[in-house]
């Protein structure tokens, strides 16, 4: 099944999204797909949602009607893994790495689709990568790969958004310029995780393992305002650790919670490291898409265009 979450009357609501891209509310459930998790009621909204699905041709809506939220908007932790694969390892000119490089977000970078991404004051190099994200169903520490799934309640798409300069690519930075030596405000920055309204169970992607992830800017001035610029085409068959080890390694040290979100890398294809570089300007729109999910759609605003107290 894939749930989407949106905004109701009342709050935030769950429906499921059918191929036409209809969405139909779950009768009986009230809340978001967070607070499923948070009160441990996950099977409580899946059994809504099959019972939805059984009842024959329900009302629904063209999701385009809806005002998304991101299908976990409040996750408890948000932990990342960089360089997981190959072909992005490859344009980084860069070995194979011995062991996962992880990293955190937090609850301030999450933003849905539709809702823009904000470039911050000191920086002139946002970037986008397009990421598979797995939402943890239930505790996980020292967890075995092999009884790692068990503890996996779906997927998203997500966005990484990242500030190339802060990060300290050297193909982002001016002459004199240094970046952080480490990665938080790069990736950590306010609005620099959307995340797609579309929640996709376990038996929706039985095999994760070969699911295509693409993303596209869409730029919004000069001859090509308007046409979007294919930049990811990748496939997490590339990965190198997938999804139950990376469950192992994090929860040996990390204990993940029901709600958290393990987001597991980015194919190559990023603007960085592109000739010349490629990054995202305000005015233009950032999409990423995961195979059998959705996608997640954002433009970008300059950090002056946004009031600080909004």
Known sequence: MRLFAYLDRTGPAVGLLDAADRVTPLGGWDGGI????????????????????????????????????PAIEFPGKVVCVGLNYRDHITEQHLELPARPTLFAK?????????EPIVRPEGTRALDLEVELGVVIGRRARRVAAGAAMDHVAGYLVVNDVTARDWQGNKAALEPGQRGDGQWLRAKGSDTFLPVGPVFATLDEIPDPNGLRLRSWRIPGAGPDAGRPVQMQDGTTADMIWRIPELVEIVSGAITLEAGDILITGTPA?????????????????????????????????????????A
């Open 106 to 114: 937090f609850g301030n970078a999450v933003i849905g689709d539709g």
């Open 34 to 69: 967070d607070a499923a998790l948070a009160e441990d009621r996950l099977d409580d909204l899946l059994a809504a949602a099959r019972a939805t699905a059984a009842s024959g041709s329900p009302p629904s809506r063209p999701r385009g009607e809806l005002d998304p939220l």
């Open 269 to 309: 294809g990023v603007g960085v490291f592109r000739d010349p570089p490629v990054f995202l300007e305000p005015g233009d729109r950032a999409r990423c898409e995961v195979e059998g999910i959705g996608s997640v759609d954002n433009p970008i605003v300059d950090w002056t265009t946004v009031r600080d107290d």
